[in-house]
């Protein structure tokens, strides 16, 4: 069993900046293909980030260029950080391991295996 819980969320003006983190425990980290995925009021939940166990990366092109995916193995914790923040942003992120993917990495909510609960961010223009 794999948990995870994301933090770093909060309020934030349009330009600013925020790192999200997501911290897992149970299972071997960094064997698991990782991403963040979100999710706006009223709206499906999207695909944002995602890196490999190796550390090779694919970003939604809504966020590319804004937005960092990044993770430390050794303190088993996957980062979102965020720059550039606009109104559009606004969502719950989650976090997400796939644990049993044979490829780098992917897109699809549906091949991963555990989520977090989400932290909301908001951006104030």
């Known amino acids: 069993q794999v948990q995870l819980v994301e933090s770093g969320g909060g309020l934030v003006q349009v330009g600013g900046s925020l790192r999200l983190s997501c911290a897992a425990a149970g299972g071997t980290f960094r064997n698991y293909i990782m991403g963040w995925f979100r999710q706006a009021p009223g709206k499906d939940r999207v695909f944002v980030a995602t890196i490999s166990w190796s550390g090779s990366t694919y970003y939604a092109g809504s966020v590319k260029g804004r937005f960092t995916i990044s993770r430390d193995n050794a303190k088993n914790t996957l980062y979102l950080q965020m720059n550039s923040l606009r109104p559009e942003d606004t969502a719950i992120y989650y976090c997400?391991?796939?644990?049993?993917?044979?490829?780098?990495?992917?897109?699809?909510?549906?091949?991963?295996?555990?989520w977090g609960q989400g932290t909301q961010v908001t951006v104030s223009s």
């Open positions: 997400a391991a796939d644990i049993a993917g044979s490829y780098d990495y992917t897109t699809n909510e549906y091949e991963y295996d555990y």
